[in-house]
C-alpha cells in the first residue's frame, strides 16, 4: 500500500499542478514563462509541481490581496489591481441597488403583508395547542383521545 502511495501522491500532485498552470492567466505567472512552467511540472515529477505551487503562481485570497479590506469597500482595486468580489452580499453598490427600484409604499405593503402572515401562523399554531388534547395514560404525544382507534403498530 505504501509503495502505491509513493507513485499516486506525487502523480495527483503533478495533475493538480499541471491543471493549475494550464489555467493560470499570463499575467499571474511569476519568474518563468508558462511554458517553462509547464515543461518543468511534467519532466521534473516531484520538484516541478512543488516549484510550480510554491513560487509560480501569484497567490491571492478571496475578496482581494493579503485578504485584507482590498476588495471590500472602495471600488474593488487593490494594491493596483482589479479585485473580484467574493459574494454579492459584499458588494455594497449591489445591495443599494436592491431597493432602488422599489417604491416606499410597495415596501410598507410588503412589511405589512408580512406582517399578517406572522399573525395568521401565530393564530394557527395557538389554535393547534388548544385544539390538541393531551393523553398523559401512554406518555402524552400522541395527541388523541383513548376512545379513537388507533392504526396498528407494525
Known amino acids: 500500500m ?3 502511495l509513493m507513485f499516486l501522491v506525487p502523480l495527483a500532485l503533478a495533475i493538480y499542478a499541471l491543471v493549475d498552470c494550464i489555467s493560470t492567466k499570463d499575467d499571474e505567472v511569476r519568474h518563468l514563462p508558462k511554458i517553462v512552467w509547464i515543461l518543468l511540472i511534467v519532466f521534473a515529477w516531484i520538484i516541478g509541481p512543488v516549484a510550480w505551487i510554491m513560487a509560480g503562481r501569484r497567490r491571492t485570497f478571496a475578496g482581494g490581496e493579503g485578504g485584507g479590506l482590498a476588495g471590500r469597500g472602495g471600488g474593488g482595486i487593490g494594491r493596483g489591481r482589479q479585485t473580484r468580489w467574493v459574494a454579492p452580499d459584499d458588494n ?5 441597488s436592491l431597493d432602488d427600484g422599489r417604491s416606499p409604499k410597495e415596501s ?3 412589511r405589512e403583508l408580512l406582517e399578517s402572515w406572522e399573525e395568521d401562523l401565530r393564530r394557527r399554531e395557538e389554535e393547534l395547542r388548544h385544539n390538541e388534547p393531551r393523553n398523559d395514560d401512554d406518555g402524552g404525544g400522541t395527541g388523541g383521545s383513548g376512545d379513537e382507534p388507533r392504526p396498528p403498530k407494525s
Open 2 to 4: 505504501l509503495r502505491v
Open 92 to 96: 455594497p453598490e449591489f445591495l443599494r
Open 108 to 110: 410598507e405593503e410588503d
